[in-house]
């Protein structure tokens, strides 16, 4: 995990709630990254940002908003506009800002709507 | 617990044999390869990575494999241990790309 701390490990919603989940990093990484985890499914990827103050729409953005005022923080909030967002949700930060640099993983948050 | 992993191929193995996982990539232009290691209800490792100018690079009890002709991606893991045992997958990029693409992964299952 390194220094990528995500908060909290488990979360539960009842549908219709908006919830967020945090994301915190002290690599000093320009990067970072949020994606979603199903059961036999590879990694999905929701918003990344290069940048503070600055983002970009993934594979899978719909439901979800994120913000980056800070280069420390990434905290993704799930909107009651999503669908399904029972999933394993993880954070991820780069040193560059291309995706080609490798990706390194907080420990992720889990995520059961009620 | 963590369900992550459900369907997925399963390679099973004694304990101290070698384990290989393969993974097969469709980009040709990918010139950036990275495998993670996934344990129950964690978040993905690092392990190692390889760029497109190699085809073999070794690390610790583990060694990649890189057949670009094939498109193909495989990771050797020495004398496999209990705790080896977690979902691997690999990651795939081109310079020109901001992002990694992820594949489904591979379950290992380490047995006495």
């Known amino acids: 995990d390194g220094g990528i701390t995500q908060s909290p490990k488990y979360l539960f919603r009842k549908e219709g709630q908006n919830v967020t989940l945090s994301c915190e990093q002290n690599?000093?990484?320009?990067?970072m990254y949020w994606y979603r985890q199903d059961p036999g499914q590879g990694l999905r990827l929701i918003y990344y940002?290069?940048?503070?103050?600055?983002?970009q729409k993934g594979d899978i953005a719909e439901g979800y908003s994120v913000s980056r005022e800070k280069k420390e923080s990434f905290p993704l909030t799930v909107t009651s506009a999503q669908k399904n967002p029972t999933a394993f949700y993880l954070c991820?930060?780069?040193?560059?800002?291309?995706?080609?640099?490798?990706?390194?993983f907080g420990p992720g948050t889990r995520l059961t709507v009620l | 617990g963590e369900s992550v992993g459900l369907h997925l191929p399963t390679l099973s193995v004694q304990e101290g044999d070698n384990s290989i996982i393969n993974c097969a990539y469709s980009?040709?232009?990918?010139?950036?390869f990275i495998w993670y290691k996934q344990e129950s209800g964690k978040g993905p490792q690092f392990i190692i990575d390889?760029?497109?100018?190699?085809d073999k690079r070794q690390g610790q009890r583990v060694t990649v494999l890189l057949n670009k002709t094939v498109k193909h991606l495989s990771l050797q893991i020495a004398a496999t241990q209990p705790g080896d045992s977690a979902v691997y997958f690999c990651?795939?990029?081109?310079?020109?790309?901001?992002?990694?693409?992820f594949g489904t992964g591979t379950r290992l299952q380490v047995f006495p």
């Open positions: 990651a795939e990029n081109t310079h020109r790309s901001d992002k990694l693409i």
């Open positions: 690599l000093n990484h320009d990067a």
């Open positions: 980009n040709s232009a990918s010139d950036y």
């Open positions: 390889i760029r497109s100018n190699m």
């Open positions: 940002s290069q940048i503070v103050n600055d983002f």
């Open positions: 991820a930060t780069s040193a560059g800002d291309r995706g080609a640099d490798t990706q390194y």
